[in-house]
């Protein structure tokens, strides 16, 4: 157990999804990355040394369009990243023969699942989770609730209609974002997305890790989210983790907490 290996999944246009899995028991671990990012940062990596040492399964990968992963960023929007983690999810939560040796027997249980969403993939891990009873716990870390909603809403009425009219405007004007332009759609569809956020309630633990010093997914976001969930649900298990730290939450004291919200669960 414990080795790790690359994977390709073949998204509905045939493209390829890559990531890659570390084989073990009892537990699969799913890593979504945030807007942006390739699957191999620091919290991926911790999460996967963190799962060798307890012998669990764990995968993370690229989302169609970026990193190893094959098409053009400008073809995906929201949706098609919602049904990249599906088809992730799907090949974990009824994958026997991703947690034993082909000679095990196949009345093996089904593994236990859960999803570690960082920013962007926190909502997505959120709206994926629904559908999959095998999702026995949440880990979102600085999730980005309807994040194309909340950033046209933030930018000036003159920028909004030029990206509504012109259909493309780049997510801001940093240089490590101005070179990916995003289509209107990515808006249309987070703010639908958003609509149903709270639909088809399914009880998961499910815990917010958030840095009080956010200034990229302002920690409001998550204040809220959780009002309007237990608004919903009072019975609803979610606990809002407010900590010291910025996006990243990369400090040391950060990855301990992380540490201890990963392993310190049954």
Request: net charge negative; glycine share 8%; with cysteine.
């Amino acid at each position: 157990m414990n080795s790790q290996h690359l994977f390709e999944l073949a998204g509905a246009d045939g493209n390829l999804i890559r990531g890659d899995r570390v084989i073990g028991e009892d537990r699969q671990v799913l890593f979504i990355t945030g807007f942006l990012s390739k699957r191999w940062g620091n919290k991926s990596q911790a999460l996967a040394q963190w799962c060798r040492e307890k012998g669990w399964g764990f995968c993370c990968y690229d989302v169609r369009g970026f990193g190893d992963s094959e098409g053009r960023f400008i073809d995906y929007t929201l949706s098609d990243w919602i049904a990249d983690a599906r088809l992730v999810l799907d090949a974990l939560k009824d994958g026997r023969h991703l947690t034993h040796p082909p000679q095990a027997r196949q009345d093996a249980p089904l593994p236990r699942v859960t999803i570690v969403g960082n920013s962007l993939g926190g909502w997505i891990a959120w709206l994926i989770a629904r559908e999959c009873k095998q999702v026995e716990r949440l880990i979102l870390i600085a999730p980005a609730f309807n994040m194309m909603g909340v950033r046209a809403r933030s930018i000036s009425e003159e920028r909004q209609h030029a990206w509504h009219t012109a259909g493309w405007m780049p997510w801001d004007d940093d240089p490590l974002h101005k070179d990916w332009p995003l289509s209107w759609k990515w808006v249309e569809e987070s703010e639908a997305c958003w609509k149903t956020t709270f639909d088809r309630l399914r009880h998961v633990n499910t815990t917010i890790l958030h840095g009080m010093q956010d200034r990229v997914i302002l920690p409001v976001g998550s204040k809220q989210f959780v009002e309007q969930l237990l608004a919903k649900d009072r019975s609803f298990p979610v606990e809002l983790d407010l900590i010291p730290g910025d996006h990243r939450l990369g400090s040391p004291e950060n990855m301990e907490r992380f540490h201890q919200l990963v392993v310190g669960q049954p």
